[in-house]
């Protein structure tokens, strides 16, 4: 009886070990500065935290909103670089049933290697169908393929897990401005930047109510150079082609009011505010 209790218990500890939508981000802390990640006032009701993993690597880390099927914010190393832009989208095995792989993947090749159905998948995240005949909105990477190097690593941003759904007008220009030119210019000088980006849960959705769509896209990062730290922040409503300059502090107060749960911290505290 004994054995077969601790055999029960090993058992036990090679699942939890095995799994990566687990209840923190314990197996990828190097995306997030000093390994602290922002604290629990983002959190949703139904979190999932997932270490973005593909092809035998982490790529980044995102907290997801199971009920709303978007997330709450990836993190990342900002590390630009070549590499084929993907079109093929992906899927989070693990919302499924965390004895799944933990490499995302097609929705086909998850539905024939498990036997489910679409609706299945569908049922713990957004899938392919929720994004189909969009108006006005476009698929919004909060970890975008542009600031990631290597094919592996800008094909592990295009998961359902980490798109929005985002005002086209917005994610075609002000958005992108700032993606493309405004981060290469402030990250000049930086060893290493640490990026969390964000998006605050709004009021109305798309596919049947099953996928929010954010009222606010929100950006901040933590730059590391060899002599100092400096930080930046940005934020946007997702209905207009503006993107405000925030310093950190000015965007945790703006996320504190919308959230309404208590003051948020987005970075350990020697990055500045």
Known sequence: M???????????CLWLGHSEVVKSFASCPQFFYAGIPPNIVL????PAWICQHFRNSYHYATLYDRDRRIPV????KYQPGPGKRPQTWLAEPQLINPTYSKDMDTETSISNRYKITP????????ITQDYKNLQGLDRGHLSPSGHRSGNNSKMATFTLTNIVPQNSTLNKGQWKDYENQTMAQRTQGCT????????VPGNTYISNNRVNVPSHIWSAACCQTNTTMRTWAVIAENSRNQVQNLTRAQLE?????LYGRGQVSLFHSACPR
């Open 192 to 199: 290493t930047t640490y990026v969390i980006r964000g998006a």
């Open 73 to 76: 914010y990836s993190a990342y």
């Open 253 to 257: 107060a703006t996320l504190t009011q």
């Open 43 to 46: 959190n949703p009701k139904k």
């Open 119 to 126: 609706q299945q998948i569908g049922q713990s995240q957004a």
């Open 2 to 12: 004994l054995g077969l209790l601790l055999l029960q218990v090993l058992a036990s």
